[in-house]
Protein backbone atom coordinates (compact mmCIF):
# COMPACT_ATOMS: atom_id res chain seq x y z
CA UNK A 1 0.00 0.00 0.00
CA UNK A 2 1.63 3.04 -1.30
CA UNK A 3 0.44 7.18 0.20
CA UNK A 4 -2.97 7.95 0.14
CA UNK A 5 -3.72 10.74 -2.58
CA UNK A 6 -6.63 11.75 -4.61
CA UNK A 7 -9.94 10.64 -3.73
CA UNK A 8 -8.67 7.83 -1.87
CA UNK A 9 -8.63 9.89 1.52
CA UNK A 10 -12.51 9.67 0.93
CA UNK A 11 -12.43 5.90 0.67
CA UNK A 12 -9.56 5.19 3.32
CA UNK A 13 -11.25 7.44 5.67
CA UNK A 14 -14.22 5.33 5.82
CA UNK A 15 -14.00 2.76 7.96
CA UNK A 16 -17.30 0.52 6.86
CA UNK A 17 -18.91 -0.74 10.38
CA UNK A 18 -22.53 -1.45 9.28
CA UNK A 19 -21.67 1.72 6.64
CA UNK A 20 -20.69 4.20 9.59
CA UNK A 21 -18.29 6.61 8.97
CA UNK A 22 -14.73 6.09 10.97
CA UNK A 23 -12.01 9.15 10.86
CA UNK A 24 -8.53 7.56 11.23
CA UNK A 25 -5.66 8.79 13.20
CA UNK A 26 -2.93 11.15 12.58
CA UNK A 27 0.38 9.89 12.20
CA UNK A 28 2.60 12.99 13.36
CA UNK A 29 1.99 13.84 17.01
CA UNK A 30 5.15 15.58 18.36
CA UNK A 31 5.56 18.30 20.43
CA UNK A 32 7.27 21.94 19.78
CA UNK A 33 8.33 23.44 23.43
CA UNK A 34 8.82 26.59 24.20
CA UNK A 35 11.98 25.35 26.88
CA UNK A 36 13.58 22.65 24.63
CA UNK A 37 12.15 20.06 26.31
CA UNK A 38 11.47 18.18 23.43
CA UNK A 39 13.05 17.59 20.11
CA UNK A 40 11.41 20.68 18.54
CA UNK A 41 12.18 23.93 20.23
CA UNK A 42 10.19 27.03 19.54
CA UNK A 43 11.95 29.07 17.39
CA UNK A 44 11.43 32.12 15.16
CA UNK A 45 11.31 31.10 11.13
CA UNK A 46 12.25 27.54 12.09
CA UNK A 47 8.56 25.98 10.92
CA UNK A 48 6.51 26.29 8.29
CA UNK A 49 2.15 25.37 8.20
CA UNK A 50 0.82 23.57 5.22
CA UNK A 51 -2.94 23.93 5.00
CA UNK A 52 -6.41 23.85 2.69
CA UNK A 53 -8.73 27.14 3.23
CA UNK A 54 -11.09 24.48 2.66
CA UNK A 55 -10.47 22.16 4.93
CA UNK A 56 -11.67 22.97 8.69
CA UNK A 57 -9.01 21.06 10.39
CA UNK A 58 -6.46 23.38 8.89
CA UNK A 59 -8.34 25.78 8.88
CA UNK A 60 -8.22 25.61 13.02
CA UNK A 61 -4.30 26.01 12.77
CA UNK A 62 -4.67 29.24 10.11
CA UNK A 63 -7.10 31.10 12.83
CA UNK A 64 -4.75 30.11 15.82
CA UNK A 65 -1.51 31.31 13.71
CA UNK A 66 -3.64 34.78 13.39
CA UNK A 67 -4.74 35.29 17.01
CA UNK A 68 -1.74 34.26 18.42
CA UNK A 69 0.02 36.56 16.37
CA UNK A 70 2.99 34.60 14.80
CA UNK A 71 2.40 35.27 10.96
CA UNK A 72 6.04 36.31 11.05
CA UNK A 73 6.93 33.62 12.90
CA UNK A 74 5.81 30.44 11.14
CA UNK A 75 5.44 30.59 7.52
CA UNK A 76 2.37 29.10 5.02
CA UNK A 77 1.43 27.25 2.24
CA UNK A 78 -2.11 27.27 0.84
CA UNK A 79 -2.85 24.08 -1.06
CA UNK A 80 -4.98 23.94 -4.13
CA UNK A 81 -9.11 23.79 -3.25
CA UNK A 82 -9.08 21.21 -5.96
CA UNK A 83 -8.38 17.55 -4.25
CA UNK A 84 -7.81 15.39 -7.83
CA UNK A 85 -5.56 12.02 -8.75
CA UNK A 86 -2.76 13.29 -7.00
CA UNK A 87 -4.29 14.87 -4.01
CA UNK A 88 -3.55 18.03 -2.23
CA UNK A 89 -1.35 20.18 -4.66
CA UNK A 90 0.81 23.47 -4.80
CA UNK A 91 -0.52 26.03 -7.28
CA UNK A 92 0.14 29.52 -8.65
CA UNK A 93 -4.40 29.79 -8.80
CA UNK A 94 -6.18 32.85 -6.54
CA UNK A 95 -5.50 32.45 -2.21
CA UNK A 96 -3.01 29.63 -2.63
CA UNK A 97 0.75 29.51 -1.53
CA UNK A 98 3.11 27.16 -3.03
CA UNK A 99 5.48 25.75 -1.07
CA UNK A 100 8.37 27.96 -0.74
CA UNK A 101 10.01 25.91 1.59
CA UNK A 102 10.85 22.37 -0.34
CA UNK A 103 9.59 23.22 -3.68
CA UNK A 104 7.09 20.16 -3.90
CA UNK A 105 3.88 19.60 -6.51
CA UNK A 106 2.27 17.39 -4.10
CA UNK A 107 1.22 17.51 -0.18
CA UNK A 108 2.47 14.00 -0.84
CA UNK A 109 6.12 14.31 -1.79
CA UNK A 110 5.90 16.49 1.25
CA UNK A 111 4.92 12.82 4.02
CA UNK A 112 7.78 10.88 1.74
CA UNK A 113 10.45 13.54 2.53
CA UNK A 114 10.02 13.24 6.17
CA UNK A 115 9.45 8.96 5.66
CA UNK A 116 10.02 7.68 2.56
CA UNK A 117 8.29 4.92 3.99
CA UNK A 118 5.22 6.62 5.07
CA UNK A 119 2.23 5.13 3.97
CA UNK A 120 -0.65 6.45 5.98
CA UNK A 121 -3.15 9.07 4.64
CA UNK A 122 -2.08 12.76 3.61
CA UNK A 123 -3.98 15.35 5.40
CA UNK A 124 -3.57 18.71 6.13
CA UNK A 125 -2.92 20.70 8.29
CA UNK A 126 1.05 19.70 8.27
CA UNK A 127 3.72 21.17 10.64
CA UNK A 128 7.04 21.13 9.11
CA UNK A 129 10.33 21.32 10.71
CA UNK A 130 12.63 23.46 8.20
CA UNK A 131 15.44 22.48 10.78
CA UNK A 132 15.32 18.56 10.85
CA UNK A 133 13.81 18.15 7.49
CA UNK A 134 10.55 16.67 8.78
CA UNK A 135 6.86 16.73 9.81
CA UNK A 136 6.49 17.29 13.68
CA UNK A 137 2.36 17.02 13.44
CA UNK A 138 -0.43 16.60 11.46
CA UNK A 139 -2.77 16.65 14.16
CA UNK A 140 -4.92 19.83 14.47
CA UNK A 141 -5.81 19.69 17.87
CA UNK A 142 -2.17 19.68 18.63
CA UNK A 143 -1.36 22.28 16.25
CA UNK A 144 -3.56 25.14 17.87
CA UNK A 145 -2.05 24.02 21.58
CA UNK A 146 0.84 24.23 20.34
CA UNK A 147 0.14 27.63 18.92
CA UNK A 148 -1.60 28.71 21.62
CA UNK A 149 1.21 28.22 24.48
CA UNK A 150 4.68 27.65 23.04
CA UNK A 151 5.75 30.67 21.08
CA UNK A 152 5.04 33.21 23.56
CA UNK A 153 8.65 34.65 23.76
CA UNK A 154 8.57 35.74 20.12
CA UNK A 155 5.11 37.47 19.62
CA UNK A 156 3.17 40.21 21.42
CA UNK A 157 0.76 39.26 24.43
CA UNK A 158 -2.16 37.59 23.38
CA UNK A 159 -5.42 35.94 25.06
CA UNK A 160 -5.01 32.34 26.32
CA UNK A 161 -7.26 30.09 24.44
CA UNK A 162 -6.56 26.95 26.59
CA UNK A 163 -6.19 28.88 30.37
CA UNK A 164 -5.53 26.37 33.56
CA UNK A 165 -8.51 26.81 35.13
CA UNK A 166 -10.97 26.18 32.14
CA UNK A 167 -9.11 22.71 30.92
CA UNK A 168 -11.60 20.08 32.26
CA UNK A 169 -14.67 21.73 31.07
CA UNK A 170 -13.42 22.53 27.13
CA UNK A 171 -11.74 19.09 27.30
CA UNK A 172 -15.08 18.52 28.10
CA UNK A 173 -17.11 20.86 25.38
CA UNK A 174 -14.04 19.47 22.68
CA UNK A 175 -15.09 16.16 23.07
CA UNK A 176 -19.17 16.50 23.07
CA UNK A 177 -18.45 18.84 20.11
CA UNK A 178 -16.31 16.54 17.84
CA UNK A 179 -18.26 13.50 17.92
CA UNK A 180 -21.55 15.17 17.49
CA UNK A 181 -20.85 18.19 15.41
CA UNK A 182 -17.32 18.21 13.85
CA UNK A 183 -17.21 14.53 13.05
CA UNK A 184 -21.46 14.79 12.63
CA UNK A 185 -21.44 16.34 9.78
CA UNK A 186 -19.07 13.79 8.10
CA UNK A 187 -20.69 10.94 9.78
CA UNK A 188 -23.77 12.10 7.82
CA UNK A 189 -22.48 12.43 4.33
CA UNK A 190 -20.12 9.37 4.38
CA UNK A 191 -22.64 7.03 5.72
CA UNK A 192 -23.52 3.83 3.43
CA UNK A 193 -26.69 2.73 4.73
CA UNK A 194 -29.39 4.23 5.83
CA UNK A 195 -29.45 3.19 9.78
CA UNK A 196 -26.00 4.98 9.75
CA UNK A 197 -27.00 7.79 7.60
CA UNK A 198 -30.09 8.17 10.56
CA UNK A 199 -28.27 7.57 13.78
CA UNK A 200 -25.81 10.13 12.83
CA UNK A 201 -28.51 13.09 11.66
CA UNK A 202 -30.51 12.25 14.84
CA UNK A 203 -26.98 12.58 17.09
CA UNK A 204 -25.95 15.69 15.35
CA UNK A 205 -29.10 17.71 14.99
CA UNK A 206 -29.69 17.06 18.93
CA UNK A 207 -26.57 18.15 19.48
CA UNK A 208 -27.08 21.32 17.76
CA UNK A 209 -30.38 21.82 19.64
CA UNK A 210 -28.36 21.39 22.89
CA UNK A 211 -25.53 23.84 21.95
CA UNK A 212 -28.77 25.95 20.65
CA UNK A 213 -30.18 26.45 24.41
CA UNK A 214 -26.77 26.78 26.06
CA UNK A 215 -25.78 29.57 24.21
CA UNK A 216 -29.28 30.91 24.82
CA UNK A 217 -28.11 31.08 28.06
CA UNK A 218 -24.05 32.60 27.86
CA UNK A 219 -21.95 33.75 25.02
CA UNK A 220 -19.41 31.75 24.35
CA UNK A 221 -19.38 27.25 25.07
CA UNK A 222 -17.33 27.52 28.15
CA UNK A 223 -16.74 30.26 30.85
CA UNK A 224 -17.47 33.62 29.87
CA UNK A 225 -14.65 34.01 27.01
CA UNK A 226 -13.67 32.91 23.72
CA UNK A 227 -11.99 29.56 24.48
CA UNK A 228 -9.94 26.95 21.98
CA UNK A 229 -13.65 25.42 22.03
CA UNK A 230 -15.44 28.09 20.23
CA UNK A 231 -12.76 28.15 17.53
CA UNK A 232 -12.98 24.10 17.00
CA UNK A 233 -16.52 24.62 16.56
CA UNK A 234 -16.43 27.65 14.29
CA UNK A 235 -14.77 25.89 11.25
CA UNK A 236 -18.15 23.30 11.31
CA UNK A 237 -20.38 26.08 11.48
CA UNK A 238 -19.24 28.36 9.10
CA UNK A 239 -19.38 25.46 6.63
CA UNK A 240 -22.62 24.52 7.32
CA UNK A 241 -25.13 26.05 5.12
CA UNK A 242 -22.41 26.22 2.53
CA UNK A 243 -21.55 22.68 1.77
CA UNK A 244 -22.88 20.19 4.87
CA UNK A 245 -26.40 21.05 4.57
CA UNK A 246 -26.69 20.24 1.41
CA UNK A 247 -23.66 17.91 0.24
CA UNK A 248 -23.72 15.88 3.21
CA UNK A 249 -28.00 15.76 3.82
CA UNK A 250 -27.61 17.53 7.09
CA UNK A 251 -30.75 19.55 6.00
CA UNK A 252 -33.19 19.35 9.18
CA UNK A 253 -32.24 22.95 9.58
CA UNK A 254 -29.64 25.61 8.51
CA UNK A 255 -27.47 27.12 10.89
CA UNK A 256 -29.44 30.43 10.16
CA UNK A 257 -32.09 29.09 11.13
CA UNK A 258 -30.81 28.88 14.98
CA UNK A 259 -31.60 32.12 16.50
CA UNK A 260 -28.60 31.80 18.76
CA UNK A 261 -26.07 29.33 17.43
CA UNK A 262 -25.82 32.06 14.02
CA UNK A 263 -25.91 35.28 16.87
CA UNK A 264 -22.87 33.16 17.66
CA UNK A 265 -20.94 32.34 14.87
CA UNK A 266 -21.26 36.05 13.61
CA UNK A 267 -19.82 37.52 16.99
CA UNK A 268 -17.31 34.71 16.07
CA UNK A 269 -16.48 36.10 12.68
CA UNK A 270 -16.54 39.75 13.55
CA UNK A 271 -13.11 39.07 15.99
CA UNK A 272 -10.55 41.07 14.35
CA UNK A 273 -8.68 38.67 12.01
CA UNK A 274 -11.23 35.67 11.74
CA UNK A 275 -12.63 36.96 8.20
CA UNK A 276 -9.50 36.85 6.57
CA UNK A 277 -9.44 32.94 7.28
CA UNK A 278 -12.53 31.96 5.59
CA UNK A 279 -12.32 31.72 2.23
CA UNK A 280 -15.62 30.44 0.67
CA UNK A 281 -15.00 29.98 -2.70
CA UNK A 282 -11.96 27.18 -1.57
CA UNK A 283 -14.62 25.96 0.66
CA UNK A 284 -17.21 25.24 -2.34
CA UNK A 285 -15.11 24.42 -4.69
CA UNK A 286 -13.04 21.92 -2.90
CA UNK A 287 -16.22 19.80 -1.18
CA UNK A 288 -18.29 20.29 -4.51
CA UNK A 289 -15.66 19.54 -7.22
CA UNK A 290 -13.38 17.32 -5.26
CA UNK A 291 -16.14 14.52 -3.53
CA UNK A 292 -17.56 13.47 -7.10
CA UNK A 293 -18.97 10.03 -5.11
CA UNK A 294 -21.35 12.78 -4.08
CA UNK A 295 -21.57 15.21 -6.18
CA UNK A 296 -20.22 13.44 -9.82
CA UNK A 297 -21.19 16.43 -12.42
CA UNK A 298 -18.96 18.91 -9.84
CA UNK A 299 -21.39 21.63 -10.14
CA UNK A 300 -21.03 24.19 -7.49
CA UNK A 301 -24.07 26.22 -6.32
CA UNK A 302 -24.05 29.65 -6.24
CA UNK A 303 -25.42 30.02 -2.76
CA UNK A 304 -25.89 30.74 0.43
CA UNK A 305 -24.70 34.60 -0.46
CA UNK A 306 -24.32 35.45 3.49
CA UNK A 307 -23.44 33.23 6.16
Given at each position: ??L???G ?11 G ?7 G???WI???G ?34 E ?5 S ?27 T?LH ?20 D ?14 I ?30 D ?11 K ?6 Q?A ?21 Q ?6 Q ?23 K ?6 S?Y ?23 H ?11 L ?13
Amino acid sequence: MGLLVEGQWQANEIIATNGHFKRKSSGFRHWITADGSSDFKAEPNRYHLYISLACPWASRTLIFRKLKKLEDIISLSVVDPLMLENGWTFSENVDCIPDSVNSKTYLHEIYSLADPHYTGRVTVPVLWDKKTYTIVNNESADIIRIFNSEFSAFAEETPDYYPDTLRKDIDKMNDFVYANINNGVYKCGFATTQSAYDAAYDELFSALEFLENHLSKQTYLVGNQITEADWRLFTTLIRFDAVYYSLYKCNKERLSDYEFLHEYLLRLFEVPGIADTVNMDHIKRHYYMSQTQLNPNRIVPKGPETI
